[in-house]
């Protein structure tokens, strides 16, 4: 999964790119559900939000680190086949 840092100012550029609607606004900068978050795996060649975000403030989350077979069986298990 991907994560949103700090670096944030909240535009809201990256909701409506995700495939996955796994971005959030939190309570101080936006957040990326891990559980939700394919890295656009399975829809686009690079994350869209990564493509989209002004401050290049979406990196991958060292916590949720997953290869492509895991990303693709995310993205099949949360849209079907
Ligand atoms: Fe934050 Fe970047 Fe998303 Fe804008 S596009 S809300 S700056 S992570």
Redesign the pocket.
């Known amino acids: 999964a991907l994560m949103?840092t700090d670096?944030?100012?909240?535009?809201?550029?990256?909701?409506s790119e995700c495939p996955n609607n796994a971005?959030s606004e939190g309570d101080l900068?936006?957040e990326i559900n891990p559980d939700r978050c394919t890295e656009c795996v399975g829809f686009f060649d690079e994350p869209q939000?990564v493509e989209?975000?002004?401050?290049d403030?979406?990196i991958p989350d060292s916590d949720h680190s997953e290869n492509h077979d895991e990303l693709l069986a995310k993205k099949k298990q949360l849209h079907g086949e």
Not at 52 to 55: I, L, S, Y
Request: with cysteine; aromatic share 4%; hydrophobic share 50%.
């Open positions: 949103i670096d944030c100012i909240s535009c809201g550029a990256c909701v971005i900068i936006y939000c989209v975000c002004p401050v403030a979406i």
